[in-house]
């Protein structure tokens, strides 16, 4: 017997101090079966695992991860159990690419790339450039984050400008994504495009460079790295499996060994009849949030500040 699962693979609680009960309803009522807790590495990582495990329904899996800040920038790792939060040489600033990678082969963790075109600050095919980018995941098994939900919805503050009237908030992924350009609906996304303004234009660009960095990578993941529980589920992954699945790791070698699998990539949606997707529609951006954002920029810069003075304390006087 074929089951979808439907995949939640990017999420955070502790910015904005989700309750676990909060959190497994949003899960509940958009029909996700796997979700991964990936807080950022710098908060307290086991205290967000544990603070949504300890509510978990019987009926889901959760898989347990962290988001890494590496020398690439951020890269999502994910382990078969809470072993993955005793590798604390992961959870430095910049840790090496390298390094991350090795402790991936001795303790069966899944490293995929966050964001991978999301934010010039954090992102590798900013900090690294894209050619760099794909000769890494060729090299080594890592996979990208083909759909990311926070990424997906930058579009709406250009649309909240008024400088479009909003004709739909994800026109690049149905020019891209093959199972839209099956049914006939990518055409409507090329048309709208060519109005766009060009900023626009850009930001949307980046969703779809991330789904074609995918088709190159051995794997891909998806999520809504959503810090709030109503933004659960706005990116998700859904793969088919021959085989019952029970645990992270079944999850983690679904996604890892069958990319042949994967019927959707991208923003969510929840199938209302046998082979119809709907799209599951988004919360507008609030204010709050941008005020967020700007807040996790300044404090990057300021950790980048406090790293670099240390590292020039270091260095031997002439």
Not at 60 to 89: A, F, M, S
Request: charged fraction near 30%.
């Amino acid at each position: 017997m074929t089951t979808t699962f439907t995949m939640d693979l990017h999420s955070h609680v502790i910015e904005k101090k989700v309750k676990a009960k909060d959190y497994w309803k949003n899960v509940e009522q958009k029909k996700i079966d796997v979700m991964a807790i990936t807080e950022h590495a710098h908060f307290d990582i086991r205290k967000a695992f544990e603070r949504v495990a300890k509510e978990k329904p019987r009926d889901k899996i959760l898989v347990p991860g962290v988001e890494l800040n590496t020398d690439i920038g951020h890269v999502l790792c994910y382990g078969p159990d809470e072993r993955v939060y005793d590798h604390k040489e992961l959870f430095e600033f910049e840790v090496p690419i390298e390094t991350c990678v090795e402790h991936a082969k001795q303790d069966n963790l899944v490293l995929s790339c966050a964001h991978p075109w999301g934010y010039t600050q954090d992102s590798a095919a900013f900090l690294i450039g894209p050619k760099k980018l794909m000769k890494l995941i060729r090299k080594y098994p890592i996979g990208i984050e083909a759909y990311n939900g926070m990424v997906g919805h930058l579009s709406d503050i250009m649309y909240e400008s008024g400088w479009i009237r909003r004709p739909n908030n994800f026109l690049g992924f149905l020019q891209k994504n093959r199972v839209t350009r099956k049914i006939g609906i990518g055409s409507v996304g090329e048309k709208l495009q060519k109005s766009l303004d060009r900023l626009v234009y850009s930001y949307l660009n980046r969703i779809t460079a991330s789904v074609e960095l995918g088709e190159s990578a051995s794997f891909i993941t998806a999520g809504s790295d959503g810090h709030s529980a109503d933004r659960l589920g706005e990116g998700m992954l859904k793969i088919k499996s021959q085989t019952e699945l029970n645990t992270p790791e079944d999850i983690l070698d679904l996604v890892v060994h069958h990319k042949q699998d994967v019927v959707w990539c991208g923003v969510g949606v929840r199938e209302v009849r046998p082979g119809v997707l709907e799209k599951i529609s988004p919360q507008k951006i609030k204010r709050m949030e941008l005020v967020d954002g700007l807040k996790y920029l300044a404090m990057r810069k300021i950790r980048e500040r406090v790293i670099a003075d240390r590292k020039k304390r270091e260095q031997p006087h002439p």
